[in-house]
């Protein structure tokens, strides 16, 4: 059964850093593209960064130039690196994978990450 799986989550101070981690594990033989979402509280989840299976990267501009993604495909696993944290980067973060393969698009269950001033 495949699922997604993050970790890394937890509480800082401002100016520090988290690194989250997502293992997609169980999926059938497709291609799809990973990103990052989050969702704070009272608000709407909205799109942090995503890479595509080309790897080309992309990233909402509130985290361009404090958050870089990647993945390790031998270990099917996207990561976050999160630095220069601020407290509006409060939320729970999710991993998703998009594919034009319906069994291949998923959500994990997320992360929290509380950063406080």
């Known amino acids: 059964q495949a699922q997604l799986v993050e970790s890394g989550g937890g509480s800082v101070q401002a100016g520090g850093s988290l690194r989250l981690s997502c293992v997609a594990a169980?999926?059938?033989?497709?291609?799809?593209?990973m990103s990052w979402y989050r969702q704070a509280p009272g608000k709407e989840r909205e799109f942090v960064s995503g890479?595509?299976?080309?790897?080309?990267?992309s990233y909402t501009d509130s985290v361009k130039g404090r958050f870089t993604i990647s993945q390790d495909n031998a270990k099917n696993t996207l990561y976050l690196q999160m630095s220069i944290l601020k407290p509006e980067d409060t939320a729970i973060y999710f991993c998703k994978t998009t594919s034009s393969y319906w069994p291949c698009n998923l959500w994990g269950q997320g992360t929290q990450v509380t950063v406080s001033s």
């Open positions: 169980g999926y059938p033989r497709c291609r799809y593209d």
């Open positions: 890479i595509d299976s080309d790897g080309t990267t």
